[in-house]
Each structure stands twice: as structure tokens, then as C-alpha cells.
């Protein structure tokens, strides 16, 4: 007798179980993304949306270039900043650009 002749059924013990662990590891693999990276990265972002809804004249600016400044003017897209002492220093410039805000009334 042969040992390297096999039916298909000694090779592979568990028949259908083999396809319902595989499943299950797909379904385990996309949980650990789903809450390692999808979830983190639509909270920043809802928390970004809401900060720049509650972006108004007055706040402090910090933009994603480094620059410091204060708000002088908001549109739906766009705000006029106004960086350091210089009151002729104001710039136009996206929300996006905007990464961390100080209200206006706040004490460090």
C-alpha cells in the first residue's frame, strides 16, 4: 500500500469546517481594522467638523503651517486671520487649514 495515495477526504479533515473558520478569521481580521483604523479616523474627523463650527471672530488660530493668529472675519470656507502685532497682516485662508483653536473668553 501506498502512503502517498490518499483520498481527498483523509487530506482534509473537517470538510466544512475549514470554510467556516476561514470566514471566521475574515470576519475577526476586519473587526480589529474596523476599530484599529476606520472608527479613530471618523471620530478625528467629526471632531475637527465640529470645531471649525464653532469657529468664531475673536478666537485664536493655530494653522497648519505653525502660524499663530486671530480671527478676524468668517465665511462658510474661508477666514480672515490676522497674525502678530501688525494690524495690516491679514490673511485669507481655507477652515481646513485652521488644526487648533482657542476661544476667545478662555485663560490658559
Do not use: H
Not at 482534509?12 to 475577526?28: A, K
Not at 484599529?36 to 471649525?52: D, F, S, V
Not at 477652515?95 to 473668553?105: D, F, L, V
Request: glycine share 10%; net charge negative; aromatic share 8%.
Amino acid at each position: 500500500m501506498n502512503v502517498w495515495l490518499t483520498t481527498a477526504a483523509e487530506q482534509q479533515p473537517g470538510g466544512m469546517s475549514g470554510y467556516i473558520m476561514m470566514i471566521g478569521w475574515i470576519v475577526i481580521i476586519g473587526a480589529f481594522l474596523y476599530f484599529t483604523m476606520i472608527r479613530p479616523q471618523k471620530k478625528e474627523q467629526n471632531r475637527i467638523k465640529n470645531m471649525l463650527a464653532e469657529l468664531e471672530a475673536g478666537d485664536s488660530v493655530l494653522t497648519s503651517s505653525g502660524f499663530y493668529g486671530v480671527v478676524i472675519d468668517v465665511d462658510e470656507d474661508t477666514v480672515i486671520v490676522e497674525f502678530g502685532n501688525n494690524k495690516n497682516c491679514r490673511i485669507p485662508m481655507q477652515k481646513a487649514a485652521i488644526t487648533q483653536i482657542e476661544k476667545a473668553g478662555s485663560e490658559s
